[in-house]
């Protein structure tokens, strides 16, 4: 029965001193705050006298330790509608997901953090960290900086006509009824274009021989300004204007060749289909002498204005624009 109680009365003297060393802390912390002449201003009704003294305590505790604004102590207001901290101008509900003291101390522990990595992100601080450090800051320049490189890796080649970036080479087979006196003319065409925006800056270069005796072969170098097929492969019809030379060269029998060459513009309409790299296209050109196009001897002589069709395959660049 004595060691009974001996092992109360020492349990008894324990607990008070357990209480005793925590009341001392917070008092302790209080009368530091008293010394200071600010505390946490109480308007919240549902703060009993401990609950508020561990909050206060709490708080200049934390105010102290983060280097804090020691007269800059938020309020705890409660209401019938709510809850809620004020402080540095704003107000910090008071959401009741713990106890009241609990919040409010997680509230003040927050603001003082973000506080510090505001300070932390700071330009200037940046700067005053880095010159002291012996580490000299660049100075931003007026101008916009640089956009960022592209790092999506496109593909080189088209997938779509819309796509490609048009222009290349073409052969085809062209006929010119040259006149009355001359008859056909027949032979092959090359054309070559680039695109310049929308519009396709080339040249022609075309050989063209008759059957009729004297034979004779008209051979024309001309550059070209298109729009549309059969260069662009998205586009069905086109059109081209073209600006050069041609050149008359007869063989009469048993004589030296003769030539003449005049200047020439030329107006023509196209029609193509596209297969991909390769297209297929037809077109009607009308020819425009700008001199008379005949020989001295023989009397032979081209029509000042004549008309041609062509036929072709065209090869299309398919790299992307």
């Known amino acids: 029965m004595a060691g009974a109680v001996r092992f109360f009365l020492k349990k008894r003297w324990k607990a008070r001193a357990y209480g005793l060393a925590s009341g001392t802390a917070v008092w302790l912390v209080s009368a530091a705050g008293q010394a200071r002449g600010a505390h946490v201003e109480n308007r919240?009704?549902?703060?009993?006298?401990?609950?508020?003294?561990?909050?206060?305590?709490?708080v200049l505790l934390l105010v102290e330790?983060?280097?804090?604004?020691?007269?800059?102590?938020?309020?705890?207001?409660?209401?019938?509608?709510?809850?809620?901290?004020?402080?540095?101008?704003?107000?910090?509900?008071?959401?009741?997901?713990?106890?009241?003291?609990?919040?409010v101390v997680d509230i003040v522990e927050t603001e003082l953090h973000q506080g510090e990595r505001q300070a932390d992100s700071d330009p200037k601080t940046v700067e005053d960290a880095a010159v002291a450090a012996g580490q000299p800051m660049l100075e931003h320049g007026a101008g916009t900086p640089p956009a960022a490189p592209d790092t999506v890796q496109h593909a080189r080649m088209a997938v779509r006509p819309a796509d490609a970036r048009g222009g290349g080479i073409s052969a085809g087979f062209e006929t010119e009824l040259v006149?009355?006196?001359?008859?056909?003319?027949?032979?092959?065409?090359?054309?070559?274009?680039?695109?310049?925006?929308?519009?396709?800056?080339?040249?022609?270069?075309?050989?063209?021989?008759?059957?009729?005796?004297?034979?004779?072969?008209?051979?024309?170098?001309?550059?070209?300004?298109?729009?549309?097929?059969?260069?662009?492969?998205?586009?069905?019809?086109?059109?081209?204007?073209r600006f050069g030379a041609e050149w008359m060269v007869?063989?009469?029998?048993?004589?030296?060749?003769?030539?003449?060459?005049?200047?020439?513009?030329?107006?023509?309409?196209?029609?193509?289909?596209?297969?991909?790299?390769?297209?297929?296209?037809?077109?009607?050109?009308?020819r425009l002498r700008l001199s008379p196009l005949s020989l001295r001897s023989g009397g032979q002589r081209a029509s000042d204005v004549s008309g041609s069709l062509t036929i072709g395959v065209v090869f299309v660049d398919w790299s992307r624009k």
């Open 44 to 58: 919240c009704p549902r703060l009993s006298s401990a609950q508020y003294d561990e909050l206060d305590a709490r």
């Open 179 to 241: 006149s009355d006196n001359i008859g056909l003319a027949l032979g092959p065409a090359f054309d070559f274009a680039g695109t310049v925006g929308p519009l396709l800056l080339g040249g022609r270069e075309g050989f063209r021989f008759t059957a009729s005796s004297p034979q004779m072969v008209f051979m024309d170098f001309e550059g070209s300004l298109g729009y549309g097929a059969p260069f662009n492969p998205d586009a069905r019809f086109g059109g081209v204007l």
């Open 65 to 103: 330790t983060d280097a804090g604004d020691p007269n800059d102590l938020p309020a705890v207001v409660c209401t019938r509608q709510g809850a809620w901290v004020e402080w540095t101008g704003r107000r910090f509900e008071i959401l009741g997901r713990g106890s009241l003291v609990d919040e």
């Open 250 to 286: 007869a063989y009469p029998e048993g004589n030296s060749s003769q030539a003449v060459v005049v200047p020439v513009a030329a107006l023509g309409f196209r029609v193509a289909h596209s297969f991909g790299l390769v297209g297929l296209w037809f077109g009607i050109d009308s």
